[in-house]
T-cell receptor, first 113, second 115 residues
Framework: AQSVTQLDSQVPVFEEAPVELRCNYS??????LFWYVQYPNQGLQLLLK??????LVKGINGFEAEFNKSQTSFHLRKPSVHISDTAEYFC???????????FGTGTSLTVIP | EPEVTQTPSHQVTQMGQEVILRCVPI?????FYWYRQILGQKVEFLVS????????KSEIFDDQFSVERPDGSNFTLKIRSTKLEDSAMYFC?????????????FGPGTRLTVL
C-alpha cells in the first residue's frame, strides 16, 4: 500500500511571495504522483502530475513540483503567489497499476494581501 | 468544459436512515469512483466501478454501502443505515482510462451530516 504525508496543514503567505507545500510519500511499488487543488465549493482539480521522465514537472497556474526519489518527496512550489491561489492543496499517489488514489490530509494555503 | 456534477451539495439525515448520493460523471468516461473525506482527515478511496461492476473497493466499503449506475448518466452511492461516523464529504470521480496514469476528474462533493 501507499501513503502520503503533508506536513503542513496550514500555510499563510503574503501575496507575491514564494511558497512551497511539502509532500512525502511511502510505497513499496512504483507510483505516480499528483497534486490537486480544491477551491471553495468546487471539486478537486488536477494541478500537475509526475509519471516518468524529468523530475521537475510544471503544472497550471504557474505551479511546479519536483520528484525526489531518494527523499520520497514531491514538493509543490510557486515563485510568486496570488490571492486567487488561496485554496486547499492535496498531494496524492497511485501505483502504476492500480486505480485508487492515496491522498494526504491537505494543506490550506492562504494568501495574504 | 465537461465536469463531474454531484447532488445534493449538502445532505442532512438522521442516524439509521438510508441516503443516496448522486453523481453525473463526464459523458465519455467509463470508470467511476467514490471517495470520502471525514473532516480534518485524508481523502479516502471507497470504490471503483467499471462495466457495471465494482472493480476495486477499500475496507471502508462494507455491506452498508452500495453503488449503482441506474441509467446511462448517473452513478450513485447508497448508504443503507447511516451512522454518525458516516458524516463526511463524499467525492465522485470519473476517468476515461484506468490504471495509474489516467487522470480522474472529481466532482465538487456532497457534504453528508448524520445526526
Amino acid at each position: 500500500a501507499q501513503s502520503v504525508t503533508q506536513l503542513d496543514s496550514q500555510v499563510p503567505v503574503f501575496e507575491e511571495a514564494p511558497v512551497e507545500l511539502r509532500c512525502n510519500y511511502s510505497s513499496s511499488v512504483s507510483v505516480y504522483l499528483f497534486w490537486y487543488v480544491q477551491y471553495p465549493n468546487q471539486g478537486l482539480q488536477l494541478l500537475l502530475k509526475y509519471l516518468s521522465g524529468s523530475t521537475l514537472v510544471k503544472g497550471i497556474n504557474g505551479f511546479e513540483a519536483e520528484f525526489n526519489k531518494s527523499q520520497t518527496s514531491f514538493h509543490l512550489r510557486k515563485p510568486s503567489v496570488h490571492i486567487s491561489d488561496t485554496a486547499e492543496y492535496f498531494c496524492a499517489v497511485r501505483s502504476n497499476t492500480g486505480n485508487q488514489f492515496y491522498f494526504g490530509t491537505g494543506t490550506s494555503l492562504t494568501v495574504i494581501p | 468544459e465537461p465536469e463531474v456534477t454531484q447532488t445534493p451539495s449538502h445532505q442532512v439525515t438522521q442516524m439509521g436512515q438510508e441516503v443516496i448520493l448522486r453523481c453525473v460523471p463526464i459523458s465519455n468516461h467509463l470508470y467511476f469512483y467514490w471517495y470520502r473525506q471525514i473532516l480534518g482527515q485524508k481523502v479516502e478511496f471507497l470504490v471503483s466501478f467499471y462495466n457495471n461492476e465494482i472493480s476495486e473497493k477499500s475496507e471502508i466499503f462494507d455491506d452498508q454501502f452500495s453503488v449503482e449506475r441506474p441509467d446511462g448518466s448517473n452513478f450513485t452511492l447508497k448508504i443503507r443505515s447511516t451512522k454518525l461516523e458516516d458524516s463526511a464529504m463524499y467525492f465522485c470521480a470519473s476517468s476515461e482510462l484506468s490504471g495509474g496514469a489516467g487522470e480522474q476528474f472529481f466532482g465538487p462533493g456532497t457534504r453528508l451530516t448524520v445526526l
